[in-house]
């Protein structure tokens, strides 16, 4: 069977050809950084737009790199939430209306299933069950992974993710838009121990998360050194790195807890922010150290794309779980309404 699946939920465009038997075929992305950088964030309308201009010409090219016709696609699977409502609406229509087309089904996908399935791609793949740390702009979630779409939250953020935490400190910072990966570059040449950010909620029970203190603490240190006028590049570094190191330490003390708690020797790391060096070499001591071994995707593949959509996609495709001629978007969607899939046929 052959999938195709469409990304864009957010700031990528993407569109990606995935063969059960062959494996990905092919996959085409476009980055919104450049049109986004000068607003210093995702401007919604102007994602929509963009996403409406490039999702056609890479569905050309992904058809054409994977030697597929039309006639050889038996579904068609595109991001149908969370997201930005706009940006999803682009893919879904377009998903939807390729397969009327086509006389295929469609394939409302969850963008979070997506990342979680995304480790499916590589070579040695997960095995199931297992825990997940789901990691990105704007989630950060233990999710408890039976199968493919059987997920259990053990824990999530209150208030601001991972990805928001090191977006935010980035701007106080007055790095370039996107702020976490240049917050990590920063941080390569700082002081971790120069200043000492709070690792929130590391110190009670429990697996959830919450960065909006350490985002104020950020705050607080560049105000209280800008008007001792020491914001020099040095400093500026040196809290760079005491946020990142903040960030990772909760980060892995919670995921560790989580290990403990489940008895799970398999712990797959997905989203965005699992593509940061240091949250992988200290996760992977820390997760040895437990008895446990850390599956990613590729760096390619943590950052949002049609890969890791296609993959879920193709699950739900031989499960039978297909859309109705209705076009489904939704910008918030709970992992907890997927149902499992019953004739899952891996």
Not at 138 to 154: C, K, N, Q, R, W
Not at 163 to 188: C, H, Q, V
Not at 225 to 241: L, N, P, S, V
Request: charged share 20%; proline share 6%; aromatic share 6%.
């Amino acid at each position: 069977m052959r999938v195709l699946a469409l990304e864009s939920s957010c700031d990528e465009s993407a569109v990606a050809v995935y063969d059960d038997a062959a494996g990905l075929l092919s996959h085409e992305i476009h980055s919104q950084v450049d049109l986004h950088r000068v607003y210093g964030g995702v401007v919604p309308e102007l994602a929509s737009r963009d996403h409406v201009r490039r999702l056609l010409p890479l569905l050309k090219t992904a058809l054409a790199d994977a030697n597929t016709a039309p006639g050889q696609i038996d579904g068609v699977a595109y991001t149908a939430g969370p997201g930005l409502i706009g940006a999803l609406l682009t893919g879904a229509a377009l998903g939807r209306s390729l397969a009327y087309a086509w006389n295929v089904p469609a394939i409302a996908v969850h963008h979070l299933e997506g990342h979680l399935l995304a480790p499916l791609l590589e070579p040695d793949p997960p095995p199931f069950p297992h825990l997940a740390l789901l990691v990105s702009g704007g989630h950060t979630m233990l999710i408890d992974v039976a199968a493919p779409s059987s997920y259990v939250v053990l824990g999530e953020t209150r208030d601001d993710a991972a990805g928001e935490a090191f977006d935010k400190s980035a701007k106080l910072l007055g790095l370039p838009y996107p702020g976490g990966p240049e917050l990590a570059t920063l941080a390569a040449r700082g002081r971790a121990d120069r200043f000492d950010f709070p690792r929130p909620m590391l110190d009670r029970p429990g697996l959830e998360f919450s960065f909006s203190g350490l985002k104020t603490a950020v705050s607080l240190t560049v105000k209280e050194c800008a008007k001792a006028g020491a914001i020099d590049d040095a400093t500026r570094a040196d809290i760079a790195a005491g946020v990142q190191q903040a960030i990772v330490d909760t980060l892995i003390g919670k995921t560790l807890r989580a290990i403990e708690q489940t008895g799970y020797e398999t712990l797959v790391v997905a989203g965005g922010v699992g593509a940061n060096r240091s949250l992988r070499e200290r996760l992977a001591e820390g997760a040895r150290r437990a008895g446990a071994r850390v599956y990613y995707p590729r760096i390619e593949f943590c950052t949002d794309n049609a890969a890791m959509i296609a993959v879920a996609g193709m699950a739900r495709l031989k499960a039978g779980k297909v859309e109705s001629n209705a076009i489904r978007a939704r910008a918030t969607w709970l992992l907890s309404e997927l149902g499992p899939l019953t004739e899952l046929s891996t």
